[in-house]
């Protein structure tokens, strides 16, 4: 009891020479003036992009975006995929981006840009057909699985992105650069390459539902393009695409 006593008797003594010290501390040591800069959350902004599909093609989008500090939402239906973007610190809505309700609890109203990029084809055509629906005025940008599923996708007011394309470029280039192909004319035939390619897609698209006219398109280009790269003094060579027309692909020669 008397230890207590001296206890309880002591307590205030000690609480006013604890505050004094704090504050004789505070005053030799102020706190730093907080920075006269706020960068933005980008979260808590409306977003500027809305990306439907975040799996392979989709997560390389968000980080630039993020990176770049652009505020974006995404739109994933599958539930591993919505745990990595959260952990992050990603935005995200779980479901299916073909779901009006979805857009618009997304703020989809606010986007300047849509990027669909679901690994099922169908899915983005149904996402493409939804957002062109709602916001008609908007630009999307889709991942396409090969050159008829671009097509499609184009009739809906779409740019294809083919999701093969430019990683067999990167190859073809490589590839040219292996065999002794000087860095400057690897680039440039396969520069030449993809607007050749570019090209033709837009032209066949013109006549897509038939199929003759197609493969007559693609034996043509092909002939295009080996006078274009035999017109050139040095080796000549390039990447093959998905397809010039089904099972007929349009391919630069080699030599």
């Not at 990176?67 to 995404?74: D, E, L, T, W």
């Not at 995200?92 to 990029?117: E, K, M, N, S, W």
């Not at 000087?182 to 006549?207: G, K, N, S, T």
């Not at 274009?228 to 027309?245: M, N, Q, R």
Request: aromatic share 6%; hydrophobic share 40%.
């Amino acid at each position: 009891m008397a230890i207590v006593g001296v206890s309880m008797a002591l307590m205030p003594l000690l609480l006013l020479a604890l505050d004094g010290r704090l504050r004789r501390h505070d005053a030799r040591h102020p706190p730093a003036e907080p920075a006269r800069y706020d960068v933005p959350d980008a979260a808590s902004q409306p977003p500027q992009v809305v990306i439907a599909g975040v799996g392979r093609f989709g997560q390389i989008v968000v980080r630039l975006l993020a990176a770049q500090r652009i505020p974006y939402v995404a739109l994933e239906s599958s539930v591993e995929q919505v745990e990595d973007v959260r952990r992050s610190g990603g935005r995200i809505f779980y479901g299916d981006p073909t779901r009006p309700d979805l857009l618009r609890a997304a703020g989809a109203q606010h986007a300047r840009l849509f990027v669909v990029c679901t690994d099922d084809p169908d899915s983005n055509l149904r996402a493409v057909r939804l957002i062109r629906r709602l916001y008609p005025q908007a630009k999307i940008m889709a991942r396409a699985r090969n050159r008829q599923h671009a097509w499609r996708l184009m009739d809906l007011g779409a740019e294809p992105f083919r999701e093969l394309l430019g990683t067999s470029l990167e190859v073809g280039e490589r590839l040219l650069l292996e065999l002794g192909v000087p860095p400057a004319v690897a680039a440039d035939h396969v520069r030449r390459f993809r607007e050749h390619d570019e090209a033709l897609l837009r032209e066949q698209y013109l006549v897509y539902d038939d199929d003759a006219a197609v493969v007559q398109s693609a034996r043509e280009a092909r002939a295009d393009l080996q006078r274009l790269f035999e017109a050139d003094s040095g080796p000549s060579t390039g990447a093959a695409d998905d397809a010039g027309a089904g099972s007929d692909p349009a391919r630069p020669p080699s030599g």
